[in-house]
């Protein structure tokens, strides 16, 4: 697609359920992000992919998150046991270059938010 | 810690007026400076960037200044408009680390 893709744009869940989100990025883009903006806040990273290289899950705040990348493209960002301090939006982006320096930086998906009652 | 400070939080500008956002960062080795935009139930989206190789960079009604010795860059928009009401957030990146750094952001409001 033209640009990064992200469903669903809302999710409403229940404490304690697992959520999963999902981001289709540039068709071409090898290195892909997902980040975290709560109200007000700046952008926490998560998690980096690139290419077939083991993921950098330094970000991840704690076991209950985890994502994959299958076939180097599509990206699902997993929740468990989700917590009310989980409500944000969950931003996912891509680059053709590693840390966007390049080629017009980073793309950003609109995000999913996430709602957590 | 690799750190990118962005004031102000918030700015108020008269349509007209010139909007001035500032970052500060630590790291002598970031190389990379981009400012990204983002409207609401949108993800920001890159809006110019610059290297440390030059001083000032332009596009439009829109210009980052680099200070390489006081280690700060800044945002300046001639000619706010309504439209460019948003939040900004400056980034900080370096060669060899695919993570950058952001700054907390800047709500911009112009008023009509």
């Known amino acids: 697609g033209a640009g990064v893709s992200q469903s669903p744009s809302n999710k409403v869940t229940e404490k304690g359920k697992d959520v999963e989100l999902r981001c289709d990025p540039i068709?071409?883009?090898?290195?892909l992000y997902w980040y975290r903006q709560s109200l007000g806040q700046g952008l926490e990273f998560l998690i980096y992919?690139?290419?077939?290289?083991?993921?950098?899950k330094s970000g991840l705040p704690s076991d209950r998150f985890s994502a994959e990348r299958t076939g180097g493209s599509v990206s699902t960002l997993t929740i468990q046991r989700t917590q009310q301090e989980d409500s944000a939006v969950y931003l996912c982006?891509?680059?053709?270059?590693?840390?966007?320096?390049?080629?017009?930086?980073?793309?950003f998906g609109s995000g999913t938010r996430l709602t957590v009652v | 810690q690799q750190q990118v400070k962005q004031s102000p939080q918030s700015l108020i500008v008269q349509k007209g007026g010139i909007s001035i956002i500032n970052c500060a960062y630590e790291?002598?080795?970031?190389?990379?400076f981009p400012w990204y935009q983002q409207f609401p139930g949108k993800g920001p989206a890159l809006l110019i960037a610059?290297?440390?190789?030059?001083s000032e960079k332009k596009e439009g009604r829109f210009t980052i200044s680099f200070n390489k010795s006081a280690k700060q860059f800044s945002l300046h928009i001639m000619d706010s408009q309504p439209g460019d009401s948003a939040t900004y957030f400056c980034a900080a990146s370096m060669r060899g680390s695919y993570i950058p750094t952001f700054g907390r952001g800047t709500s911009l409001i112009v008023h009509p």
């Open positions: 982006a891509s680059s053709l270059v590693p840390s966007g320096t390049e080629h017009g930086g980073y793309t």
């Open positions: 068709s071409g883009h090898t290195a």
């Open positions: 610059i290297r440390p190789d030059v």
């Open positions: 790291n002598t080795a970031f190389d990379y």
């Open positions: 992919f690139q290419g077939n290289s083991a993921p950098d």
